[in-house]
């Protein structure tokens, strides 16, 4: 008997079988139960292996659209954003100042399309400013200190240390921490390291905070990209992305 093939050569072996049906070789019942076996434990593995196929992809489109809303937050706080709304808000005005009194039930809607503009834009100024201070809380923070203090004596962070600096960085960024797992569920040493990029902490200094070298340093961040976004990408791309958080 020839040997069977790989996943999804169920229909190679459909048509293996109707030779030896029509070839008339004689099989022992034996042969007839591991031949019979044979196509039940090809057929079982490559259903599973196609449903896992789409979960992946799934899962791959589900992540892609949480990165596609994060990146739809950060356009609305953006300048551009903010100068867009208020061209809207004073297009909004306009039209209220010609309709006048009239048509009361429209004017309503007027005014509250302008009050969400103005409401959103506030939020935006308010969080933009946030992020503008971010950096100058983050470097004056105490574990920001002892963080440092670990580099000048060469050792790394202990468990208090990373909490305390988890802390800091999600009064900061709001849901930072959040967000990542959301993405994909990552390692402790995989979320450290996402975690001193978003403070701006050197490859090589991150190495030594984490007891690792700078080339599994350097392996982690691009795997994150890659397992995140579905596509190879490099070290910096992951430092890019955690830094737009």
């Not at 900061?172 to 701006?200: A, D, N, P």
């Amino acid at each position: 008997m020839k040997k069977l093939g790989g996943l999804g050569n169920i229909p190679y072996l459909c048509t293996m079988i109707d030779e030896l049906l029509t070839s008339g070789l004689v099989l022992t019942g034996r042969e007839w139960f591991l031949l019979i076996i044979g196509m039940v434990v090809y057929a079982v593995l490559f259903v599973v292996t196609v449903q896992n196929s789409r979960r992946k992809v799934l899962a791959l489109q589900e992540r892609l659209e949480k990165i596609r809303t994060m990146q739809q937050r950060q356009e609305a706080q953006s300048q551009q954003n903010i100068r867009r709304n208020e061209a809207k808000i004073h297009e909004l005005e306009g039209l209220l100042r010609k309709l006048g009194d009239e048509n009361s039930l429209l004017r309503l809607e007027l005014e509250e399309k302008k009050a969400t503009l103005s409401y959103n834009n506030k939020v935006a100024r308010l969080e933009n400013e946030k992020r503008r201070q971010a950096e100058t809380v983050i470097f004056s923070s105490e574990v920001y200190h002892r963080l440092q203090d670990c580099l000048n004596s060469g050792r790394s962070l202990s468990h208090q240390e990373w909490a305390d600096l988890t802390e800091v960085v999600n009064s900061i960024y709001t849901g930072f921490t959040e967000q990542l797992y959301s993405l994909y569920r990552m390692t402790e040493q995989e979320y450290h390291v996402s975690l001193l990029i978003k403070v701006r902490v050197q490859p090589k200094d991150i190495a030594l905070l984490t007891a690792h070298s700078k080339e599994s340093v350097a392996s982690t961040r691009s795997r994150l990209y890659s397992k995140v976004f579905g596509r190879k990408g490099s070290s910096k791309d992951w430092d890019d992305f955690v830094l737009s958080l």
